[in-house]
């Protein structure tokens, strides 16, 4: 009996051993943002964060959810439809739309801080308390900052979302499957690798934008398509951008095109972009641009020269809108893919391999984090995602080396902007 007793030990002790070491060697996954499907759940919620609260805000209070309504948007079986919007001298205030093409105010908030990371978190977390969904999508509308962040709140001494506290509010809140911005110079480098973690798919600008409709678009799409796939609806948005601001541009744009040829201003021809991106394909993205980033450090006083030619001819942002001063000509950020496909000389492919085998791997590696891009004419050489690289020295921000932003954390692209800024 004590023989038998002993064997059961010593099994359960290999069993142990053999589970732990099988625990140990589990890989550790990123969780997934997708939540599992409750009784009554809906395929998606899609949730806007309309900050109008500064003085380029145009309207009333209602205005966000009447666009909506005049677009004949409303919820489904199949999707949610959620407002937060703040206008400059009006309360905040929280709306559904329902099935039956309703604006239900569900609360008046007064006077919030919608620059406040908690504002942001709170608002997906109601979203999801109350409108739970297998799969979430937010759209930040207001004034874009590119790596800066977004949602600048005049009433709240001009603050804004910084890209570090829009990170945590969407750690706080689980995250999101899809998050765009109706928001100026958002398609950058910088804030999409900042949010890697927390969503599925980034949508940005590279340049100036403003309202559309691409974004009530997709809705209908999702009611019709409920169980299409995340990378797909991001792609059928970049298709319906594409429909309303065709490559040659609208006839609204060359009307303002002519206006400002007739107030001598440069006229600003058709430049809108907008890109998706797949989160997943960040970080081996952002690593080959800090090896490119090292090469060009490694030997600055060679290259310099080829850099600041190339500056001045690589797809730069925002669009030129006056000819003085000479900032507002050429913008603070480039296209990436560009700028490598521009220093990637024969020269240099003779004598530094290294920097074509760099350029070489950013593009591909940014092909692949591209879902869909478009561009118009303004933009003939957009890609889908900007850098910071201000031509003039005097522009540069020191914030951008200080910042929080896990990108300058993770590469040595600030290190090489000083490096071309001090070298001779």
Same mark, same amino acid.
């Given at each position: /009996? ?12 290999? $069993?142990? &051993? ?29 949730? $806007? ?15 966000? &959810? ?6 004949? &948007?409303?919820?489904?079986?199949? $999707? ?20 039956? %093409? ?28 109350? *409108? ?16 800066? =962040? ?22 706080? @809140? ?11 110079? /958002?398609?950058?480098? #910088? ?18 934008? =403003? ?12 009611? #019709? ?5 995340? !990378? ?7 298709? @319906? ?6 490559? *040659? ?11 400002? $040829? ?12 907008? @890109? ?40 730069? !942002? ?8 000479? @900032? ?9 893919? %560009?700028?490598?496909?521009? /220093? ?17 791997? &950013? ?10 891009? %478009? ?50």
């Amino acid at each position: /009996m004590k023989l038998k007793y002993i064997k059961n030990i010593k099994t359960y002790t290999i $069993i142990i &051993v053999i589970m732990t070491l099988l625990l140990f060697h589990i890989p550790q996954l990123k969780p997934d943002i997708v939540h599992s499907q409750r009784v009554g759940q809906k395929p998606w919620t899609y949730m $806007i964060y309309a900050d109008a609260d500064n003085a380029d805000a145009i309207g009333t209070t209602g205005t966000v &959810v009447d666009a909506l309504l005049a677009r004949g &948007v409303s919820s489904s079986e199949n $999707i949610s439809i959620v407002v937060l919007q703040d206008f400059i001298n009006d309360p905040a205030t929280l709306w559904s739309i329902d099935e039956d %093409h309703n604006a239900t105010l569900l609360e008046n908030l007064g006077e919030i801080n919608m620059a406040n990371y908690t504002t942001l978190r709170d608002f997906i977390n109601y979203c999801k308390n109350n *409108f739970s969904a297998e799969r979430y999508m937010i759209n930040l509308w207001d004034h874009g900052g590119a790596w800066m =962040g977004a949602c600048w709140d005049y009433t709240n001494n001009n603050d804004h979302l910084t890209m570090d506290e829009i990170q945590k509010a969407l750690n706080e @809140s689980g995250g999101v499957n899809i998050i765009g911005f109706t928001a100026c110079d /958002m398609g950058c480098i #910088e804030a999409a690798y900042e949010l890697r973690n927390y969503t599925d798919v980034y949508i940005g600008s590279e340049e100036a934008y =403003g309202y559309s409709e691409e974004w009530t678009d997709i809705i209908k799409f999702i009611d #019709e398509n409920p169980k299409e796939s995340t !990378y797909n609806i991001s792609e059928k948005i970049i298709n @319906s951008f594409k429909e309303y601001f065709p490559y *040659f541009g609208n006839t609204l744009q060359w009307k303002l095109v002519l206006q400002t $040829i007739i107030h001598l201003d440069l006229p600003y021809f058709p430049s809108l972009t907008l @890109s998706a991106v797949r989160t997943d394909k960040l970080e081996v993205l952002v690593s080959s641009i800090d090896t490119f980033a090292h090469v060009l450090i490694k030997d600055i006083s060679l290259y310099k020269p080829t850099i600041t030619r190339e500056r001045f001819k690589v797809d730069n !942002y925002p669009y030129p809108s006056k000819l003085i001063p000479p @900032s507002l000509i050429f913008g603070d950020y480039i296209d990436i893919y %560009h700028f490598t496909e521009l /220093m990637d000389k024969p020269i240099f492919r003779l004598l530094k391999p290294e920097l074509h085998d760099a350029a070489q791997q &950013v593009q591909e590696h940014l092909e692949q984090a591209i879902i869909a891009e %478009h561009h118009q004419i303004g933009h003939r050489n957009a890609h889908g995602l900007t850098i910071y690289f201000p031509l003039f020295y005097q522009y540069y921000s020191s914030e951008y080396t200080n910042s929080s932003l896990d990108f300058t954390h993770d590469t040595q692209w600030d290190e090489f902007l000083d490096a071309y800024r001090s070298s001779k």
